[in-house]
């Protein structure tokens, strides 16, 4: 089984439970979220920073097919691989964690 070792499944369901904690925050923050939030804080202070609350959604559902991306190759790795598969497991799980703390930083800010 591909799941044999604890690193990769470690990162595997660290990564889901990112995911499923990112999708939590948003359906129970959905109603209170105004129709557009500061996103982009790189950019000058404008609309140019805002999304619609729509976005939010496709970004989570969009890092979780990155993981899922990321699980899917690290199955089809061979054994011999075990270095690579921690890192795409590992990297996706910390791409859903940066994510998830953009996330709370833009519904603390907004709410």
Known sequence: MWLEDASVKGGVWGGIGCWVLAV?????NWRGLPPQMPWFYSLPWGE???V????LLAIV?????LMVIDVFLARFLGKDELLLKRIL??????????????LIRVIRVVL
């Open 48 to 50: 140019n920073q805002l």
């Open 24 to 28: 939590g925050l948003l359906i129970f």
């Open 61 to 65: 559902v969009a890092f979780g097919g």
């Open 89 to 102: 497991v590992w990297g996706g799980m910390v791409t859903e964690l940066l994510m998830i703390l953009s």
């Open 52 to 55: 619609e609350k729509g976005w």
